[in-house]
């Protein structure tokens, strides 16, 4: 599986997205890509800001290792997921 469909909740403007991801890359580098996305889509609303974000599990609360990769998680698609 080279992409997986997540889904990311934004606690600070009450917003969720769906958003495929590489399933190889590490979520350091998700992280900045999906925080670049939200900033143009909600660029009124959220300031993007250099290397604060974190995903955490919506289920549970958990926050992911920024260096682990989604495949070594063992996320599916319709992982939920919030960003912090």
Known sequence: MDKILIEVFFPAVGKTF???????????????????MFGELESEQYRVGKG????????????????STPEELGWKNGEQLIFL
């Open 18 to 36: 769906d958003v495929e991801i590489p399933a190889k890359l590490r979520l350091q580098e998700i992280t900045e890509l999906v925080s670049r």
């Open 52 to 67: 604060m974000a974190v995903l955490c599990s919506r289920k549970t609360g958990a926050v992911f290792n920024a260096g």
